[in-house]
């Protein structure tokens, strides 16, 4: 019996058909991820107590300091994991419910994981060292076949237990916090990567720097956490009927946001010399590993704003150009390291040279709005994300002529 996917199955979720939270959190995640990674690009400072912020600074930067310590760094990529599982529960339920089956559902995402890590692959050889498709895609090859069809009470024991971890064991030990706290060797190498002038003699170190990451978002065991909760809220549709789930969501937000904010104000406050520790970087997994917390409840937030959206018979601008670009989420993303890296790095223009926290911050929103416009314009000409296009073919296969 022939396992090609039939032309019912393979066509895309049509704009109607789809969620409206999933694609709200995906777009707003999106100027997370810039806020995160447009300190990396200030290479010439001289990093402080916190992933690659800068040791010094004036008023305005060490505003932006905290600000990104406290709501962003630790919270987007984990973020971005629990959307990422949650977008491979709706595929799964979408394949059998067109007529598919376990096998062909679960090759499928195989197919697409293979070619995410093949995608990371690239992106970072050519652009971009922190790339996070690969680690991703690495994550749904090993989780998704262990967890897919665990019951609900496993997936929440699961996720329970890796959590608890991931907060105690950095807390307790310091282990992550050469991963995590600014003067380390990893750090200095991202620095090294982005402020080395040749950009074929750093290739070596990108892809290094690529790999190396990639079980450590297993080590820090919150990435693990957030997939096996996002294949859980997946399963019951949590973000698509937020209505249904409003008491859950509610607490979420509510209590996720000040555990994350909370132990990341205590980093910022570290970061910027307010509270004095012998050691700087103690905290620093601790402030990594509290980042699922702030994530779900972001996720929570978006599920609450898209239940009270769902009462208007229209959404406001600002909210339909989020969702656009979180319908391309993909090709947002990549756009971001596309105009990032060839302005900043020191083998591009070498504007990085002159950033400090406020100006990468500021840089960082006017390339993500830079995005939405983009995604806003696309999605009004009914065209799809480049990238999204892309994986689609990889994973499916060219499309019959009938459904082109």
């Known amino acids: ?25 995906r777009g707003a995640m999106l100027l997370l991820i810039a806020l995160a990674h447009a300190p990396w690009f200030a290479y010439t400072s001289e990093l402080g107590a916190t992933l690659l912020h800068a040791a010094d600074g004036g008023l305005a930067d060490r505003i932006a300091q905290v600000v990104t310590i406290t709501a962003v760094d630790g919270r987007a990529w984990t973020l971005f994991g629990f959307l990422f599982a949650y977008g491979i529960g709706q595929l799964y339920a979408r394949r059998i419910a067109g007529g598919g089956t376990d096998a062909q559902a679960r090759r499928l995402l195989r197919t697409r994981h293979w070619w995410l890590l093949a995608l990371g692959l690239l992106h970072a050889a050519l652009l971009w060292q922190g790339d996070i498709l690969g680690t991703y895609g690495v994550l749904g090859l090993v989780l998704v076949p262990l967890f897919l069809h665990r019951s609900d009470r496993t997936l929440r024991i699961g996720a329970g237990v890796l959590a608890g971890l991931a907060v105690v064991v950095p807390a307790v030990t310091g282990v992550l916090a050469q991963f995590t706290g600014g003067t380390t060797p990893t750090s200095a190498a991202q620095q090294l990567a982005l402020a080395t002038p040749d950009w074929f003699a750093t290739l070596p170190l990108r892809l290094a720097l690529w790999v190396s990451a990639i079980p450590g978002a297993f080590v820090t065991l919150v990435m693990p956490a957030a997939v096996l909760l996002g294949l859980l809220a997946a399963r019951h549709r949590v973000l698509e009927e937020p209505g249904a789930h409003l008491p859950l969501l509610r607490r979420t937000a509510v209590v996720g946001i000040a555990v994350g904010w909370s132990a990341g104000l205590a980093q910022a406050l570290v970061h910027i010399g307010v509270i004095a520790l012998p050691d700087p970087g103690a905290f620093a997994g601790l402030h990594i590993a509290t980042g699922i917390f702030a994530a779900l409840g972001y996720a929570a937030v978006f599920g609450l704003v898209a239940h009270r959206l769902g009462t208007r018979p229209t959404a406001p601008l600002p909210v339909r150009a989020l969702v656009a670009l979180g319908r391309r989420s993909l090709s947002g993303y990549l756009a971001q390291s596309l105009l990032f890296v060839p302005l900043l ?18 840089v960082a929103v006017g390339v993500w ?3 939405v416009v983009v995604a806003y314009r696309l999605d009004r000409a009914g065209v799809r994300g480049p990238a999204e296009t892309l994986l689609r073919r990889l994973t499916y296969g060219p499309a019959p002529r009938s459904a082109r």
């Open 1 to 25: 019996m022939s396992t090609a996917p039939s032309a019912a199955t393979v066509a895309p979720t049509p704009v109607s058909d789809r969620a409206l939270a999933p694609d709200l959190a």
């Open 345 to 362: 790095t020191a083998w591009g223009l070498g504007l990085g040279a002159h950033l400090s926290g406020w100006s990468a911050s500021l």
């Open 369 to 371: 709005l830079l995005t």
